[in-house]
């Protein structure tokens, strides 16, 4: 609905670049999905009606790869931003992909953990980092 979908100019803007050198290529819309259903409906769509997806996390990125050269739809996944497991005895944490560093760390406050800038794993976690978010891109 409306809160979730954007159409406006300066909307589609602030989407439209990154940090990088390049010039803003803003979408056509701007959709803020909440649910990984309500992802995957919308990309069903995109990909039935041959339409751009562009992901969107804060817009940090340096490599232009928010602008959206060919138009389509930005998905803007920072209203995803829950933490959904912690295991201290692993180490390990699951969350949504809208959550930023600065959030996990918040979270994690206490329990002697906390997720450094600049830092992926290696082997199996590196490849599953690479989805997307601070293992894909910076992680601001």
């Not at 996390?57 to 497991?85: K, P, Y």
Request: with cysteine; charged share 20%.
């Amino acid at each position: 609905g409306a809160p979730n979908v954007s159409t406006a100019t300066a909307v589609r803007e602030q989407h439209g670049h990154d940090e990088s050198m390049h010039d803003c290529a803003p979408p056509d819309a701007v959709v803020w999905p909440q649910a990984v259903e309500q992802v995957q409906e919308l990309a069903a769509l995109c990909h039935r009606c041959r339409v751009p997806m562009v992901p969107f996390g804060t817009g940090t990125g340096l490599e232009g790869g928010v602008n959206a050269v060919q138009g389509g739809v930005c998905f803007d996944l920072s209203r995803m931003d829950g933490i959904t497991e912690l295991s201290l005895e692993d180490f390990s944490v699951m969350v949504e992909p809208g959550v930023t560093r600065k959030a996990l760390n918040k979270y994690l406050r206490g329990t002697g953990l906390w997720f450094p800038v600049g830092t992926v794993g290696t082997g199996e976690q590196q490849r599953r980092a690479k989805g997307g978010g601070s293992g894909g891109a910076g992680g601001h």
